[in-house]
């Protein structure tokens, strides 16, 4: 018995790792308190990963309100945020932290 649970515990990750590998990966980088690339194309209608990479000395809050999402991006580090399906369009975010110069967008088509 315990043998046939082993067994079906490790077809049941196996299939969270094929399915987490499906995923597609986007990333920004956050440097000089700016977005680069300062607008990010990302296919419409599918869930997806973007890496939010703050190469800056300070926090940054990567938000909008466009797509309700808002994660603190520790200085030197990367953050993971799961996004989609999102219809095509142009979707607006920020550093809320340097909002005069931390602007971009994702153009979703």
Do not use: W
Request: hydrophobic letters at 45%; a negative charge.
């Amino acid at each position: 018995m315990m043998r046939e649970f082993f067994i079906a515990a490790c077809l049941m990750f196996a299939g969270f790792s094929a399915h987490a590998g499906e995923v597609p990966e986007y990333r920004l980088v956050i440097s000089n308190h700016r977005y680069q690339p300062a607008e990010l194309k990302v296919p419409a209608g599918i869930k997806f990963k973007l890496v939010v990479e703050n190469r800056d000395a300070s926090p940054e809050e990567f938000e909008s309100t466009e797509f309700n999402r808002e994660k603190i991006v520790m200085p030197n580090s990367s953050a993971h945020i799961y996004m989609g399906p999102l219809a095509a369009g142009h979707y607006k975010f920020f550093g809320d932290f340097h909002q005069d110069t931390a602007q971009g967008a994702l153009l979703v088509e």
